[in-house]
């Protein structure tokens, strides 16, 4: 069996745009999970943890450039590799 290549550290800010100055591709090949006030959420744009509150897209609503409209929600944020 082949070993699996170590997992880097997450970081306590990460966003999933490619545009972001917080976007980590070597993170991202991972699969994380993102759980906030207990509760795990699958569609997560970006977090903080050390400010307490992820991004999340806002319904259906775009900007006029095609991308997600989203809101921040505020509570404990916890993030782990599934």
């Known amino acids: 069996m082949t070993e699996a290549s170590p997992r880097p550290d997450l970081p ?10 917080f976007y980590n591709a ?5 699969e994380i999970g993102i759980r906030i006030n207990d509760k795990e959420r699958f569609d997560v744009e970006e977090y903080c943890i050390s400010e307490s509150w992820v ?4 319904g259906k609503a775009v900007d006029r450039k095609g991308r997600a409209l989203t809101i921040k929600l505020k509570g404990t944020v916890e993030a782990f590799y599934r």
């Open 12 to 21: 306590d800010h990460l966003s999933v745009d490619p545009r972001s100055p």
């Open 26 to 30: 070597a993170v991202l090949e991972h």
């Open 55 to 58: 991004k999340v897209p806002a």
